[in-house]
């Protein structure tokens, strides 16, 4: 049986983080995730176009949105949002933002200083532009909080989203549930027969943790010492998925995106899931901006509804942080003239978030009418003209230290070792 | 000041990264648990500043620093094409050439040393990024900022050299590496090339001149199945198995037997349907094969003039007549031929399309679509990925200033923001536009006009609009970058890993050691891919000379070692997890059969590699398998998961093949040639354990070695405690393997049951898993 002494030193073995309380012992002497944040990151690959959503600035001469006036955006509490319009009724905005408003909290203004898709999912994942080497806030957080590897789905990513772990916990996709339920126990075959007696089951087992012991002591390589010491524990913590069939509901929706928020928030309410970087993509709109938008925008909050309504089902909803946001913006002009015409990448993002915790009805940051971020005041928590070189922006590392703050990992050693520049502290979670 | 500008500048690098960052962070654990007692090691040879700030070179100051500056401020225009190109500073970008970072920074140097005695011989660079005199950009940077900053320590450097020198290894780069004994080399070898184990002829002719392993390479290669190696290797880089409808590809129009198969719902017309598909969609990886198989230079990729067919897709492209194949109906064999013009395709019906290997793939290029306003810009991304290395996206990561964009007609072009990137991507782009994604021949007088058309610095010539991609193929096969990308390539088939990338950030942990592993890998890759050139571009250089290299060949190392040491060398070794394709040919291999899933009636973990999106095998995807089109990337390490999917494999391989293996003719066992089921005898069951031991995990033990001792006891306590419980009636008398659905074997003794544990405990072990 694997004992938390035995934890300890495959997660040192393979450069991960610690047992924290959060983790209570599981039957087989691990530690499941009982307590504590839950972080799902729902990313809108390919980058969204905000003025159609959060940040809505209505038509101006050449660009912004064809498709509504300025005088058309609607609003709930201190919330402003992009209006349903003629050719897009559909659109689920009004829906969403009228049910969790009193919720929300809105950044807008968010500078990204970048256009590429790349460095911008990297920034927006891990605060840190310039590193390809940092580990996405989702990543550190389940590292943190945390013995790493013991969970066997403890950082679940899809898509493209960028899920460097730093070599600090392996990374997950759960996609296939059918064959997942037979995963759950792997020492009892399909028809309730076990492969073997539990005596040689036992004996095995104790014989492989000998065998591990013995080749990571001699080994000196370090990638080799760490591939050893990943795979054991990885063998390991595979008996936890026993916990995950309480939870996986009967069917799973067709849709890949809702199931991947029915999948993740399932481990989660099984306790073997911290965090996830879920995706949906298609957002890249250099052609039919609006139509293509409008249909995501609505599915994407469709989305989030479901993960909420979930969470509610598994009583894990006070648990959950949502982080809601994309690699970059939309471009504030068209770049062509036709029935097709689209947005490029613009730097000028925003960011949601619901949690609990979270300041609901709130929104951080502004940008111009024409769509360029305004600088902020970090002082009064306001925003204010910007200045070059003299007034902030806020930027995704003003976000991920929020968030490293707002979840409590922020001195934690991980947090140090992967620590973001020394500057100007805006905290988008100030009440 | 320039300790202080090193932390304070730090925010500008970043200009170098792309691959995956396989050096990032790792921190190898400390002693505390007794691994790295001996921290002895060499150390860097690091200059450091009196207060302990890593001394960095001019070098590295310029390509992390300067030259991120100067991508963000100067490259928009300073180029050639750009709306400064009439001036006398222009720098190149790394898309031009493979030298642009040596280039510019000696450019700039010579810039930053002249020397305006009208303002206190202040360099002519910053003055005009401040515009103090005339600029054309006008004012790009505010004085005493912190770029203002940046610029003047670069100019500083430039006319006062630091004497901080480039880190390099305190002794022989591989100093302490244990080496891959021959014998594991050859095992490796027919693994991954052959999907087999090494004969008996291989390990004695290895195991008395270990230098014959370079013939047993070729014989490899040579092999069907070094070409199914290849195959998937090259799938997961083109991605075409992620293409939904390949025959949507071609145009009716121009192809007009393309659904030839179309007929009465019967299973020959849906034989047929898919063998055309599977014709359709492997043309392009068939393309690579054809080219290796045949020792064709591996430049035929982006110049070959033809392309390939099965005897299906063959009637669909109407050239049956052009090839004779021994089997009509075999949908496996591929030859190549020329696709005529006519029809809609712009091209006279007496002349062929002009192909030029991969470049000309309509499906190939059907897998990246471009759109109407995209213009082809993705295809151009994946073109100086693939084909040279340059990574597009990340040429200029940081852009600043956007909010001058408004008002300013075609900022693609005008814009140093957009143009920074687009005078790299668009002239290459618009080559592109030559054929549209139907293979149909868009007329140069209808191109959208981005930048001039061209590559790498030298225009379309007038005379090949007609044939613009084929130019740009003889282009490109001809660049310096193409064979350090192929070896690249090469690397990544081999071990699922991206090469490291040059690390960017200074400030970070280990800066210096991440250099070094970075240089000495560099250098590798310039060796191997030097020797390609010299060997006529031959692909199987490349896998020979990297299955040879001692960067993937390390057994251990001799000693503990220091954080820093590791990080030099932790890239070093193959040591990658198998993917689910070669898990199953492993146990293939070693078992005669393949890890079956008794209920679902076919393949437990691989998929119809290379060919479909058709994925019946429920633990394919589970097993970090990739579909091509939403994953796209193999997972470095195992998850829990993961750990269940092994856990399983491992109960269910053993189940089936144990018991069953006795029934066998003891010349004709995979398993247990040795003993009898019922064998008990110490000595005969070590002999067995040490052919169990080679067989499932590569390891030639004595029968007295302490593993086989380790297993011994296990099969032995295990074995006693199963006599004593059939006889006390907790277990049954019978082997129980009517759970494999195999018949049931009489098993009184337990002995069977025994030896399937051994085989869980072997097939649970790393060196399963790994290669």
Redesign the interface.
Known sequence: MMDRRDFL?LA??S?MSVLTPNLLADQNGGALYTEGLFFINVFAGGGWDVTMFCDPKGHIDGGLSQEYQTGDIQSTGNISYAPPTPNFPANNNQHFFEKYASELLIVNGIDT???????GTRYAATGN???????SFAALYAATKSDG?S????YLS???VYA????LL???????V???R???D??V???G?R???E??TQ??AE??K???EK??????????????A?????????R??KELSRHLPATLPES?FERQIVLSLAACAAG?CISADLELGGFDS??NNEARQSVLLDEYTKGIELLLERAETLNIRERVLVMMTSEFSR???Y??TGD?I?K?H???NSAMFIGPGVPGNKVVGQTTE?H?AMGFDPANHVAIP?V??QTLRITPRHISESLRKFTGISTSENAK??AL??GDVIDIFQA | MKILLLFTLFVLAGCFEGNLDVSNATTIPKNDVGILDDLSGPNPDLSVEEDGIPCVSDKIFFENNTSQFLFQYCKGCHVKNGNASMTAFIMKTRADSDDSLAYNHGLFDEWAKKENPDHDNASPLRLKALNIIPHGGEKVIQEDSDNDVLLLEAINRARNPSACKEPTPAGPYLDGVVPTTPYAQLRRATMLLGSRLPTAEEITQVDENPNTIDGIYDALMSDPAFFDFLKRGWMDLLHVRGLESPDGAYDEGRFPNMSWWNGPDTPETNRNRLATLKGIRQAPVQLILHIVRNGDPFTGVLTADYTMVNPFSAKSFDVEDQVSFPDPLDENAFLPVRLKGGGNSGIPAEQTYPHSGLLSSSVFWRRHPTTPTNLNRTRTKVFFKLFLDVNILTLAPRVSGADKILGIDNPLVNFEQCSVCHIVMDPVATIFQNFNEDGIRTPFEDWVPLYDAGFSGVDLPDTRTQDAVRWLGEQASMDRRFPIAMTMNAYFILTQREVLIAPSDTSVAFFAQKRIAYEAQQKEIKRISTRFVEDNYNFKTLIKLWLASPHLNIKNLDKGITEGRAEEIDALGLGNILSPENLQRKIIAIFGKEWFDEYEGHSAIDNEVGDSLVNNANFYSLFDGINSRETTRRLKDPSGLNGAVMNLMAEEVACQNTAIDFEKAKGERLLFPFIDATEREETLVRKNMVYLFERILGQRLKPDDADITTAYTLWSDIQKDGEAGVLDGRYSSSSAVEECRNNSFGDDLYTMRSWRAIVVYLLSNYYFFYQ
């Open positions: 030193k040192a073995f450069g200083t970048t256009n590429a898709h790349l460095a532009l310039q590193s390809t080497s940092y580990p590897n969970l066997p789905l403890g899809y898509g493209s460097n772990t730093a070599n392996p990374v997950s996709r759960l996609q296939d059918d064959s997942l037979r995963l759950v792997t020492n075959h399909r028809e027969a492969f073997r007696s005596f040689s004996r095995v014989a492989l000998k065998q591990n080749q990571t002591k001699a080994q000196f390589h370090p990638r080799t010492k760490r591939n050893m990943t795979l054991y524990t990885a063998q390991l913590s595979a936890k998925l890949p073997i250099h052609d471009t504030p002009v770049n062509t097709q689209g490029d613009w730097p000028v024409g360029f910007y070059e070189d070792k992967f520049k020394d």
